[in-house]
């Protein structure tokens, strides 16, 4: 037995919840492409290259295990009329953006 579809946080499924799990599906997707690309510069640049293949990975990661979290605060952030920015989220994909850079000029001077 089913127990039927759920009743919707919100009311309008045109909101920014919906909107900021496809912008955070899209920001996964673009990091599991960067970690391909990363795989492809392997045999020019060497294993250091694999630090940036394990961090862009590890972020994707993150962000589809938290996806469904973030969510429902979200929406629930609208339902209240009390939601606040995910500020430790923008900071970390700050902070993973300058990781890449770091490690890829770090690689691409080499020893």
Known sequence: MSAGPR???H????LQPERTVMS???TTLALCVAALVFLRWLPHYGAGILAMV???TAAAGGIYATQR????RSSRGISSELLHADVVAVLSISALVLGLGV???LVVLGP
Do not use: H, K, S
């Not at 009311?11 to 045109?14: A, H, S």
């Not at 979290?69 to 429902?72: K, P, W």
């Open 7 to 9: 009743a919707p946080i």
């Open 11 to 14: 009311q309008d499924p045109g």
């Open 24 to 26: 955070w599906g899209r």
């Open 54 to 56: 394990v961090l862009a």
């Open 69 to 72: 979290r973030r969510y429902a």
């Open 103 to 105: 490690i890829g000029i």
